[in-house]
Antibody, heavy 117, light 112 residues
């Protein structure tokens, strides 16, 4: 069965950096595009970034463009999100999600990122 | 990338039908048949309920159905059950400002 397990969350100061990882199993990771989606405490879902199955194209929400970088290592079945210049408004649970049918068909359990001094 | 507009809350009694709307623009909902719907229970990850406007993934109850007219998509839950109480989000592929995806503002469904 499909499993997505995020890690790397934690508390970081404003202006700091953090790298999230998402370990995938149960499907052919190298054949699917992948997303990062976040949810601030008590708020709705916000799409963050997408990477094609082969890493050839990447797309970002305006709110993170230039600060976040999505990447993947298909040999390790792992998705990454490098987050730099973090701000208080980046505080959220970050989910990785698999793309199919132009939808987010499987989600991880999420990892919490808190940006605070 | 402005969020799609959903009603903040919708309620219904067990057995009734409810409909949640999701309004966007011609750059997202109206321009593509790539609208999807998600159910999220408190403290849990979202679950895909509908993809490509009206298709149900395997395992999702046929009480859930989707449709679209112009720039507005809709999710209908028929035969409302207690376990349907959750937050629901729509999403669409978008070509506005940058290619990507956009979510709706979310709707809290309460079973009375």
């Amino acid at each position: 069965q499909v499993q997505l397990v995020e890690s790397g969350g934690g508390v970081v100061q404003p202006g700091g950096s953090l790298r999230l990882s998402c370990a995938a199993s149960g499907f052919t990771f190298s054949s699917y595009g992948m997303h990062w989606v976040r949810q601030a405490p008590g708020k709705g879902l916000e799409w963050v970034a997408f990477i094609r199955y082969d890493g050839s194209n990447k797309y970002y929400a305006d709110s993170v463009k230039g600060r976040f970088t999505i990447s993947r290592d298909n040999s390790k079945n792992t998705l990454y999100l490098q987050m730099n210049s973090l701000r208080a408004e980046d505080t959220a649970v970050y989910y990785c999600a698999k793309l199919d049918w132009f939808a987010f068909d499987y989600w991880g359990q999420g990892t919490l990122v808190t940006v605070s001094s | 990338q402005s969020a799609l507009t959903q009603p903040a809350s919708v309620s219904g009694s067990p057995g009734q039908s409810i409909t949640i709307s999701c309004t966007g623009t011609s750059s997202d909902v109206g321009g593509y048949n790539y609208v999807s719907w998600y159910q999220q229970h408190p403290g849990k990850a979202p679950k895909l309920m509908i993809y490509e406007v009206s298709n149900r993934p395997s395992g999702v109850s046929n009480r859930f159905s989707g449709s679209k007219s112009g720039n507005t998509a809709s999710l209908t839950i028929s035969g409302l059950q207690a376990e349907d109480e959750a937050d629901y989000y729509c999403s669409s592929y978008t070509s506005s400002s940058t290619l990507g995806y956009v979510f709706g503002t979310g709707t809290k469904v309460t079973v009375l």
